[in-house]
C-alpha cells in the first residue's frame, strides 16, 4: 500500500506526500495526501479499473499497484486537475469482489481554481495482508522499509543532478506507535559518509567506507543495447549498520538489482568466491527488466539481456573488488585486528587458565575430554592400568579403553547420572567411564522404577550396573576420582 501510493504521488509530480494510518476493529483507515497535479476523469476510470492504467513510463505503468486499495471497506478520491475537483466514492469494494460483483464508483465533479491541485485517498477498514497486525508496525520498521523497497530509498538521485525531490511523511496512529509524533524523510538514499582511513582501538576498521561513484554502463544483448546505472560503496560492520535495511541485517548486502531505481532482487554471484559480499553495497538499475506483478522478482531471467546484464556487472565488481583500498587497506586493517584480538584473547584465557589452577583445592573436571585427562593421570599408581586408545567425541560410545591389555568400549561422562538422564540404553558399552556418580538419590530412582523397561541395580560397593530385562546384562563403572583418591592415601616406601 504504502509502496504503491509513493509511486503514484512521484508519477504525479508530487514533492509532498503525506501517508496517515489509524487502527480500527475493522482494520486499518489509511489516507494518503500528495500535492502532484491531481487526477482526471480518464485517471480515475485507470485508478477504478481492476485491469487497466494509463501510464506508460512511469513506475506503477502495469495499472497493478493501486488494486490493492480494493481490499477495503470503502475508497474515497478528492483530487483536482486544470481547474476541476472529482469527488469519486466506491462503497464495499472487498465485500463485492468476494461475491463476484464487479465494484463500481460514483463520482462527482465541480470547479476549482486552476492552482488547486492534490488528491487525497481514504481507504477505510483496510484489510492487511495474511499473518500481517498494522499494531505491529512501528515508525523504524517504516523506515527501514521505506528506504529499502520504495521510492523513498531511489539512488537517481546519484545519476540526474535534476531528479525531484520529494519529502515523505508518515503519521501512525498513537496507538500503533507514539514514540514520535511522525516520521519525515525524502525520497533519496544515501550513503553513511566515507571514512577512508582506519580507526584506533580494537576495530579499526568497523567504520571504514568508501563510496564508488556513479557510472552508466552500456552493454549490448540479443535484443538490442540497454544501460545499467550503478552506484555503491564497501564498508564495515558499523558504517553499514547506518543503513536502514529491511528484513535480517546480516543478509542485505552485496549487489542489488534495480528498477526506477527501486532495488528488487540480489545478484550476489557477480561477486567473485573469495569476496564476502557483506562487505558491499551496490544497486544497479536498470529500466529494460521486467517484473512481477508484485515487484518483488525479475521475470526475464531467460533473456540474454539478463544474462549479458549480469556479466557486466561481474566484470564491474571484479574491478571494485581488486581496487588498492579495499584489499590492502580495509581487508588487511581487519585481518591485523582480527589477529591481535586473536592472539591477547589467547593470552587472557592462558593467563585465566593458570590462575585457575590452585593447587590447594582438588581437581574436578568440567567436561569428558577433562575426566580422559584425569584417567591417564590416576595410572600413576593404581593397581590397575587403563588407558585410551580411542575416543571420537561425536559417537554415542566415545571411547575404547585398554584395561591391562583388554580392550572396552566406554561410556564417558562428569557424572554417571548423566547417561541416565540423556536416555542412552545400557546394553550399548561394557563400561562408562566418569568422574563419580553424581547425585545418589537420583539413582536410586532409577532402581526404584526401572530403566526402559528393565530393572536396573546400582551397585556402589562393586562398582557395577546390572540391568535385567529379557536377558542380564552388567556394565562396569570406573570412578576416576576414587582412583586419583587411592593414590593419595598411598603409604610412602622407604628409600632404603
Not at 514533492?15 to 480500527?24: A, D, F, H, P
Not at 535534476?162 to 524523510?185: C, F, G, H, K
Request: charged letters at 30%; glycine letters at 6%.
Amino acid at each position: 500500500m504504502i509502496r504503491e501510493s509513493l509511486s503514484n504521488a512521484y508519477d504525479a509530480g508530487a514533492t509532498e506526500v503525506l501517508i496517515t494510518i489509524r487502527n480500527t476493529a475493522s482494520g486499518s483507515d489509511i489516507i494518503i495526501e500528495d500535492d502532484g497535479h491531481g487526477m482526471s476523469r480518464d485517471d480515475l476510470k485507470s485508478f477504478f479499473d481492476l485491469g487497466n492504467s494509463r501510464k506508460t513510463d512511469s513506475i506503477g505503468h502495469k495499472g497493478h499497484g493501486t488494486k490493492i486499495f480494493y481490499k477495503s471497506d470503502r475508497i474515497v478520491v478528492d483530487t483536482a486537475h486544470d481547474g476541476t475537483n472529482y469527488h469519486a466514492v466506491m462503497d464495499r469494494p472487498w465485500e463485492k469482489l468476494n461475491n463476484k460483483t464487479l465494484p463500481e464508483y460514483e463520482v462527482t465533479e465541480m470547479e476549482t481554481r486552476p492552482d488547486n491541485t492534490g488528491t487525497r485517498i481514504q481507504i477505510s477498514g483496510f484489510r492487511s495482508g495474511e499473518g500481517f497486525d498494522p499494531a505491529s508496525l512501528t515508525y523504524d520498521k517504516v523506515h527501514h522499509y521505506l528506504k529499502w523497497k520504495t521510492i523513498a530509498g531511489s539512488t537517481a538521485h546519484y545519476f540526474d543532478s535534476d531528479q525531484r525531490e520529494m519529502d515523505v511523511v508518515v503519521d501512525l496512529d498513537q496507538e500503533i506507535d507514539d514514540s514520535r509524533d511522525e516520521l519525515a524523510t525524502t525520497n533519496q538514499l544515501t550513503f553513511p559518509s566515507e571514512q577512508l582511513e582506519p580507526d584506533t582501538g580494537e576495530f579499526p576498521a568497523t567504520r571504514m567506507c568508501k563510496h564508488y561513484p556513479p557510472r552508466e554502463i552500456e552493454f549490448e544483448h540479443d535484443s538490442g543495447t540497454s544501460t545499467v546505472e550503478i552506484v555503491g560503496m564497501i564498508g564495515g560492520k558499523e558504517a553499514r549498520n547506518e543503513l536502514p535495511t529491511y528484513g535480517r541485517h546480516s543478509v542485505q548486502f552485496g549487489v542489488w538489482l534495480a528498477k526506477d531505481h527501486i532495488k528488487v532482487e540480489q545478484v550476489n554471484e557477480v561477486l567473485t568466491h573469495d569476496n564476502e559480499f557483506i562487505h558491499f553495497f551496490f544497486i544497479a538499475n536498470c529500466q529494460d527488466l521486467e517484473l512481477s506483478a508484485n515487484r518483488g522478482k525479475v521475470r526475464n531471467k531467460a533473456s540474454s539481456l539478463y544474462k549479458e546484464l549480469k556479466r557486466e556487472l561481474k566484470h564491474y565488481m571484479t574491478k571494485i573488488a581488486e581496487d588498492p583500498w579495499f584489499k590492502e587497506d580495509y581487508l588487511e586493517t581487519r585481518k591485523r585486528a582480527q589477529l591481535r584480538r586473536r592472539a591477547q584473547s589467547q593470552t587472557t584465557s592462558l593467563e585465566d587458565r593458570l590462575d585457575a589452577i590452585n593447587p590447594a583445592e582438588p581437581f574436578t573436571p568440567t567436561n569428558r575430554t577433562e575426566v580422559l585427562l584425569a584417567l591417564e593421570r590416576s595410572n600413576t599408581h593404581a593397581d590397575t592400568e587403563i588407558t585410551v586408545e580411542e575416543y571420537k567425541a561425536d559417537h554415542e560410545v566415545p571411547a575404547i579403553l585398554l584395561e591391562d591389555g583388554d580392550p572396552r568400549t566406554s561410556h564417558v561422562y562428569v557424572e554417571l547420572t548423566t547417561h541416565f538422564e540423556n536416555d542412552y540404553p545400557l546394553g550399548s558399552a561394557d563400561t562408562i567411564l566418569c568422574w563419580d556418580y553424581g547425585d545418589i538419590d537420583v539413582l536410586r530412582e532409577y532402581e526404584r522404577h526401572g530403566y526402559h523397561g528393565g530393572d536396573v541395580e546400582i551397585d556402589l560397593q562393586d562398582d557395577r550396573i546390572v540391568y535385567h530385562h529379557k536377558d542380564r546384562h552388567t556394565v562396569d563403572i570406573i570412578t576416576v576420582c576414587d582412583r586419583i583418591a587411592a593414590q593419595e592415601h598411598q603409604p610412602l616406601t622407604s628409600l632404603d
